[in-house]
């Protein structure tokens, strides 16, 4: 095993060399701004792919994510602009929203033993309509400016969006490889039975990750919301099915068993640089549809690749 | 459940009777049904298929263009269903040969179809199709075609070796090799089947719709599968029927249609699709642990 | 495993060898090139294709870079990401047609703090610090319109359904308030709620105008505020047989309307040339660049008359109906 290539390999490798081949043809990716407008661009989807790591992990899946984010996005600027409450109470129950949120889908998931897509399919539907029927269709602005100069200001040159959603993925990492926690979920993706049978809380476990989901739907909610200091119904609209192709990417293998927080993140980086890239050369973003489809076939192949590989050497 | 709603309807809901009203909801029946048939033959190997609404306006397109050009509608019709049919098969080799995981397969093809669609037609619509054509997509028979479709596959599962085959897949692929199932060849029948079956609903929309173009049936996918699931299709495949499928995207479409003429405001239909898919699911896994323990 | 490695790091290297040598000759050239990006709301949709087309002729004949991107799905998110990014690539100009109004201002800030000029083209963000907004009708204008075009074709009386596209478009439900405004100048007509949304789908748009014929069907006329439903419900008042009994008016292509405007199943569209609307976009931001603001009242080569107020430059829309629609090519 020592001699196999870590998971991380393809997806390294994609982020290398887009990213040399980006910065030579664009000289604004080898500023510091130009690097930071990747990072803030991908924070959404950098939180989101945080947690749908941990789903991906008990071999489910979430698609319900980004509506949760809608409705916690309606949610939050309504509790401000309407309910006249401050910043911190607005956030503390914006995340609870999602909590519960989340929380449905794990009971659904955990307790009644619906398969993951359809416990989410009807998330993905309900938390759409939630957000429209609170904001009745109808974008919310007005809200407090910290919320702009927390959206677009920085700390130590990385944009605040980028810190929270370094901060999720290393958050998620830790659980996932440092706690029983982590290694339950892991242990559910890798035999739900035998992990039942060496005394995990398998309900529990698996039912925390989709909670977890939805706290994490919610946090990239208030940082979509930051950005425009505007709530709008149709936020994160279709984010989930990027999310999953980064996670996907990064080299976590969607039958679960195995996750890597490092190939997330790794596969954030390449969605957000060949959408950089695709946009630099001046094309329209169906272009970006196009390359990630390839892209993700590719990563799958090269991992497929890998693990062969792996075979024969040990 | 179909039977109930039905007759409720027809009796409380005047503009649920009148002739235009069941016309087109039989015809969005008939289009989401087949569609859901092609769903239900992947699912029932315990497969999946994201790419479904991208491969139907590929194929609608690809029809639509032949018609444009000046070729009769049966040759341009056979042109898309070809299309579907070889998106289908793409979708299976990468699932067989290559042995990756439907959803991400699919998902990959459900970009890349959609997009390629866009490309190659610079998002123009191909809506001076001929008459005759666009007869089939009228009245009653995409219905009648969903009836044809779902009973020939019904029989097909049932009847023949490569039904039990498909359900032996489904139940448990390694059984199945061991009993000397071609299972890769199974799937990617499976798969073409699923889009030459989609690739048949594409044709008939575009002709009901009049229109082919790039965004037909874009994210269709979802309602696909709620209907699958919504028929009472196990998504971990081996156990469901045809019939179940083209019933359950009944059942979705004529909730839409009485949602709509009861004057629900549009912002809740998503509120009471979920919980449907979740009160069929659960209904469902109920009746399974019922005839278990029976 | 060691040819592996070696074959990852040779393709790595030629990977990112490749474009330094390429671009090295370019380089010099495209930093001087004036860049002008237009941001639109949404990929790949026909009328953005046509938008499109402007924007190169413009290109083509101002001798200037101009770009012309969009997310692929109409999201505002993406569209202040696309934004950054021209930030940081420094771009002259960004002339955007914007999701949200308001969401859209703080992106709009930071550009023009950074020194990048912005415009609103197609869509105004009238809160904010852009310089000016080229436009044919600002979105609750075209609503106005659609509304008294067909009030005048129902005699001013009935009942009307107005349709539109997602629930949460804010340019859509921008053009819904214009109708609301529009008929109640009206007192003998009524709106049907609640009204149709139909997610710019096809299919549902069609089926949801037969469907509304049935639960109301003394329906005079349809007012449509997204483009795939002037010609869906055209559609459906053909296959029931209704044309002339029910009017319809709306904002669409007349690519898509062209064979309903004939018949008879729409009676007419408000609309502009996109592709000559993006063009003389692109112009009044390179002559504002060179220092020229638009003039009011100025006649412009093959666009006609504009009028130039309160930072609104607008310039003339067209009526189409069954008489013109042959001499338009989009």
Known sequence: MRHSLPTETGVAFVVAAAYAWLAAVFPSLRSGSGIAVVLTNTAEIGILAAGMTLVIATGGIDVSVGSIAGVCAIVFAKLMVIGGLGISTAVA??????????????LLVARFKLPPIVATLAMFAAGRAGAYVLSAGESISGLPSVLISFGYGSFLGIPHPAWVALLALCACGTVLRYTAFGRGLLAIGGGREAAFLSGQPVAHIEALAYVVNGLLAALAAIIIVARGATAIPDAGRFSEMTAITAVVMGGTPVQGGKATMIGTALGVLAIGLITNGVRAYGKGDIWVLLVLGLGLLLSVEVDRWRSQERRRTT | ML???????????????????????????????????????????????????????MSACVAGSAMMRGLTWPVAG????????????????????????????????????????????????????????????????????????????????????????????????????????????????????????????GLLLAAANGNAQWTLAD?????????VVIGGVRLTGGEGSMLGAALGAMIIVILRNALFLSGVPVEQYGLITGAVIVVAALTEQWRRRVERQS | MNRLARVAALLGLAAALLPWTASCSKEAAKTEARRIAFVFKVDGLLYSEVCKRGAQQAARELGIRVDYLAPDKAEVGKQIAIMEQLIAEKADAIVVSPNDAEAIVPVIKKAMDAGVKVFTWDSDAPKSQRIFYVAAADDVKIGVDIA??????????????IVS????????????????????????????????????????????????????????????????????VGEAITSLGKIGKVKVWGLALPSETRQYLKSGAVSGLMLWDPAKLTYYAAKAVNDYLDGKQPEDGAEVEGIGKISYKNGTVLIPGVTITKENVDQFDF
């Open chain 1, 93 to 106: 129950a914006c995340l609870t929203v999602g909590v519960i949120c989340g929380t449905i889908n794990g």
């Open chain 2, 3 to 57: 039977l109930a709603t039905l007759t409720c309807l027809l009796t409380t809901t005047p503009a649920f009777r009148t002739p235009d009203n069941l016309a087109v909801v039989a015809q969005d029946a008939g289009i989401l049904g087949i569609m859901a048939c092609g769903e239900a033959l992947v699912i029932l190997t315990a497969g999946i298929d994201l790419s479904i609404g991208s491969t139907l306006a």
């Open chain 2, 78 to 201: 056979v042109l898309g269903l070809l299309v579907g049919y070889l998106g289908g098969t793409l979708n299976g080799a990468l699932v067989t040969y290559r042995r990756l995981p439907p959803i991400i397969v699919t998902l990959a093809t459900l970009l890349l179809y959609r997009g390629l669609t866009n490309v190659a037609t610079g998002a123009a619509p191909y809506n001076l199709l001929p008459e005759s054509f666009k007869q089939i997509g009228r009245g009653f028979v995409p219905l009648g075609a969903l009836l044809l479709i779902s009973v020939a596959l019904w029989v097909t599962l049932g009847y023949t070796r490569f039904g039990r085959h498909v359900m032996a897949v489904g139940g448990s692929a390694s059984a199945a090799r061991l009993s000397g199932v071609a299972v890769p060849s199974i799937s990617r029948r499976v798969y073409a089947l699923a889009g030459l079956l989609t690739a048949c609903a």
């Open chain 2, 219 to 227: 994210g269709w996918e979802l309602d696909v599968i709620a209907a």
């Open chain 3, 148 to 161: 008294e075009a067909l009030a005048k074709d129902i005699g001013g009386k009935g009942k009307v359904q």
């Open chain 3, 165 to 232: 596209g997602g629930r949460g478009a804010a340019n859509l439900n921008l053009h819904v308030q214009g109708m609301e405004q529009g008929f109640a100048k009206y007192p003998g007509i009524l709106l049907v709620k609640p009204y149709i949304y139909n997610d710019d789908d096809n299919q549902k748009a069609r089926t949801m105008a037969v469907a509304a014929l049935q639960k109301d069907p003394d329906i005079v006329g349809f007012a449509c505020a997204n483009s795939p439903s002037a010609p869906a």
